[in-house]
């Protein structure tokens, strides 16, 4: 288990990396982030849970890529996956949703995009790594949680 938790960090940073960098991430390290985190939920809860949790957080990121394409067609007039929103993000928004409970999924995802607003606020770039500020406040919550034991991030 710690060899999963110390890979996943490394992929996070990785992500983080790359994105803020050059604004590009290798495919492969998602799906390496896709599999360590899907790993770790499903041995943290009962498979049934697992199965349910990942149905609804799948649902959830449609629901919100749904109406992110339609913002970004109607109003920005913009092409969704060329300018407004990147696979990658796709991919990590995928990742998170197989990674966590319902619940710790839905809090998670609000807070780590409310987390890539003001730090891009704060740096103003034209454009936002969206995956890699999230990867970042993943990385630094995973890490606290591990060292401190003070969040159950799979109980509920």
């Not at 896709?34 to 949790?53: D, E, N, Q, R, T």
């Not at 696979?87 to 995928?94: H, K, N």
Request: aromatic share 14%; net charge positive; charged share 10%.
């Amino acid at each position: 288990m710690l060899t999963i938790k110390i890979l996943l960090i490394l992929v996070l940073g990785t992500i983080t990396y790359q994105d803020v960098k050059d604004r590009e991430v290798y495919g492969f390290v998602f799906l390496i982030l896709i599999g360590l985190l899907g790993i770790l939920h499903y041995k943290s809860v009962m498979p049934i849970h697992f199965i349910y949790a990942v149905g609804i957080n799948l649902g959830i990121v449609l629901i919100c890529l749904s109406i992110s394409f339609l913002y970004a067609r109607l109003i920005l007039k913009r092409s969704f996956f060329k300018e407004a929103f990147g696979l990658g993000d796709l991919l990590f928004f995928i990742g998170i949703a197989i990674g966590f409970p319902t619940i710790t999924f839905t809090i998670l995802l609000v807070f780590s995009l409310l987390f890539s607003l003001l730090l891009s606020l704060v740096i103003k770039k034209s454009t936002v790594p969206l995956a890699g500020y999230m990867s970042m406040f993943f990385g630094v919550l995973l890490i606290t949680n591990w060292i401190t034991n003070s969040l159950t991030l799979y109980l509920i």
